[in-house]
């Protein structure tokens, strides 16, 4: 239940001046857009912040960036705090457009951000409304998350993923998946890989079901790191456990990861295994398998490895298929080889 607009009035008297004890002087447009929206938030009128955001005439750079107007909710205790931005936060959605609020989104995000770990479910709540205005939050708020998330997750709290999460749920929010997808993208873009595997793996307890791009961007970044093991190990389990289809960027991501660490009878697996699962792999994933078994002169591998692209429909290019029967023939693979001339050869008639 919502405190009195006389409980709001006695805590905003209690302030200190914000204009009095600034540390760093602010300039007057900063200093009344904060008093404009102390009163706005007093008398419940949240729409009213919309409107002074938008006439309100920031410094642009190089000159100094104002003081986030948000700022002074930092005097309440946290409990109240986050009645009150979550009361912001739910009088903003009927608003159409919803990026209408897109402006209060980005400094009440900014604003909790900058209190981790303690205010880390009430961000992802703002972080959630965000999202949902279909507007991109600002690229340094990825940083931002990621710290506070570690500072949750490594400091003295050390809180576990599903903790924080039910803590998101306990202020009235459900995690869904495309704010859980900005969080392990962020950590991805951070070079936090385990914690982004954590995540994934603790967000079905939590209610929220990791879908292909949940697993797409943690094995995109395992690839990128050339982690193999923890990549294959994650397209298995999203596969033969969750019954998901990886996108066929995922699958040449991992492909061309595994050709570069000279993996490639794994990457051959890895195929096997996806088509065996009933997930269609594409023409350019068959192919890097094929050139990379030449590459290490693997012409077995290769051989069979056009059969199947054949099986699928695929022709490879032709100076890779000659150079498979030919490397074939070499290592006295005749029958191989003609089995592969044969399988071609019904495919282009």
Known sequence: MSPPTSLYKTLFLSLPNTRRFNSIPSSPTTQTLQDSIRTAIETKNFHQILHLLSSSKCPKPPHKIPENPFSFLSSFPQPLQTQIIDEILQSFIPLRPRSLPFPA??????????????????SLAVLQSTLRSGCPPALQTRLSLSVAWLDCRRSGHRKSVAQILSEVRAIGYSPDRTTCNYLLSSLCAVDELAEAVAILRDMRGAGCEPDSESYGAVIAAACEARRTDAAAELVREMVAELRLTPRQGTVVRIVAAMRANREVLRAAEMVE????????????????????CLERKEFVAAGKAVM????????????????????????????????????LAELSS
């Open 273 to 292: 295994f996806l088509e065996r699962e009933g997930c269609g792999v594409g023409f350019q994933s068959h192919e890097m398998v094929v050139e990379g």
């Open 308 to 343: 199947e692209m054949a099986g699928r429909g695929f022709i490879p290019y032709i100076h890779v298929r000659q150079k498979v029967v030919e490397g074939l023939t070499v290592i006295g693979e005749r029958d191989l080889a003609s089995a592969v001339r044969r399988k």
């Open 105 to 122: 989104y980005s400094l009440l995000l900014s604003y909790t951000l900058q209190k981790s770990p303690i205010s880390l479910p009430l």
